[in-house]
């Protein structure tokens, strides 16, 4: 039982099983109430895509700040971050209550409401996490995310049964979770004792704000441009492609955020990252070599031809690459130069749909230019990369109890972090 018991300790304290529980919850919450709450179930889907808003949101004002050690060293984080989350709580409802009187204007206030209700409940639980993976431990802080999963799907499947609203489920274990949270001592404020205002709060890190804005402007444009140019067809196939690499997704997203959590101490070789790179061939291999598992997705995707199913999955092999190394980027670029790399890699992205609508009039000339521009991409943040080392420039961490972070050359980043600190476990 000892090897087991180690290796679920081991899972827990990894941002895989986060991924992968978030992912199953939201599942779970959409197809229960496909079976037993259709009445709702379009309020339950936009709810779906709209809890996207508390996690970039919290990612970039609190997470990142503190993985690129921009926030004061006398500031309490606990209150820090919860003055961001009070912050962000207002827009956040006004977007999601907008967003469903447009997508769903044949439903009532109330529905808008409680639907935008687990959005904004979502926004405190995902700023603690960051403060307390940095003031207490990533242990602690990946059960904020994983007891709120667990504890959704089992409330989701009761109210399923009992005919209660499923798309509530969340709020119960939300507010149990914060309810745990917000007792006196169960987050330590850090080792300052500063309390920033709110507007200095989130100025940290509005730049890391603004350049995931302009990520998420391109992952809403991209399914619109690939209707534009190639039809229904385009959208249906890079829906299916993208439901099946969906494994892929989770280990991807695990393995950037304990980039995020790690900051400056992470490492490039880490167990996460390697499972991102088996599960990207384990999937290609399985779409490429089954007709038979592609018409399962969708019946475009199995006439599409193994051409193109080709070119994506190069495409997600550059994507990860990219997404690696914007990360690393960010962590140890100036904000300003980050908000510079960021901003240019998505003109490439851009410019690359810009090209799509002049030439490609098919689903593999679309995803051709999809493998093209993140190769572009690539190549774009590794000169980046060269011309941050070439500067000497560094951003200086605050005092937590954490290594600071001086000025030095990405080389010595790379070798110093072959192998982890003396002292500290190889996370998993």
């Known amino acids: 039982m000892g090897p087991v018991v180690d290796a679920g300790r081991r899972l827990q304290r990894s941002q895989l099983s986060v991924q992968a529980l978030a992912r199953l919850c939201s599942v779970s919450v959409f197809l229960l109430a496909s079976w037993a709450d259709t009445e709702r179930l379009a309020l339950v889907a936009l709810q779906g895509t709209l809890l996207a808003l508390p996690y970039t949101l919290m990612e970039s004002l609190v997470g990142r700040p503190l993985s690129a050690g921009l926030v004061p060293a006398g500031w309490s984080l606990d209150a820090w971050a919860r003055r961001v989350a009070a912050a962000a709580m207002l827009p956040v409802g006004v977007i999601g209550f907008l967003s469903a009187s447009v997508a769903l204007p044949e439903t009532g206030v109330a529905d808008r409401l409680l639907m935008v209700a687990p959005v904004v409940l979502q926004l405190p639980l995902e700023a603690l996490f960051w403060s307390t993976a940095r003031t207490r431990s990533t242990q602690r802080a990946n059960l904020i995310p994983q007891l709120v999963a667990v504890g959704t799907v089992l409330t989701g499947v009761a109210f399923a049964a009992t005919d209660v609203r499923v798309d509530v489920a969340a709020v119960p274990a939300q507010t149990a979770v914060l309810a745990w949270l917000l007792l006196p001592g169960s987050v330590p404020a850090g080792p300052g004792g500063v309390r920033p205002g709110v507007w200095a709060s989130v100025r940290v890190g509005s730049v890391y704000c603004v350049a995931a804005a302009v990520d998420l402007a391109y992952s809403v444009a991209l399914p619109s441009v690939a209707g534009a140019v190639a039809g229904q067809t385009a959208v249906v196939v890079l829906r299916a492609l993208d439901l099946a690499f969906g494994p892929f997704h989770v280990a991807l997203s695990a393995s950037t955020r304990e980039d995020i959590v790690a900051g400056r101490d992470t490492r490039w070789r880490t167990g996460t990252r390697g499972l991102t790179v088996v599960a990207l061939l384990a999937v290609s291999a399985v779409v490429l070599g089954s007709e038979r598992v592609r018409a399962l997705l969708a019946a475009d995707l199995a006439t599409v031809g193994t051409a193109a199913v080709a070119l994506y999955c190069g495409y997600k092999g550059f994507l990860a690459a990219a997404t690696w190394l914007a990360t690393r980027h960010m962590i140890w670029a100036p904000p300003r130069r ?87 476990a190889v996370p998993f």
């Open 338 to 424: 980050f908000l510079v790399s960021a901003i240019g890699s998505r003109a490439i992205a851009f410019g690359g749909l810009a090209v799509s609508a002049v030439w490609a009039g098919q689903v593999g000339g679309l995803v051709l230019q999809l493998l093209l521009s993140e190769a572009l991409v690539v190549c774009w943040f590794l000169g980046r990369i060269r011309l941050t080392r070439g500067s000497g420039t560094g951003t200086p961490a605050p005092d937590t109890g954490r290594r600071q972070a001086v000025p030095v050359e990405l080389a010595d980043v790379i070798r110093a972090e072959e192998a982890p600190p003396a002292g500290r």
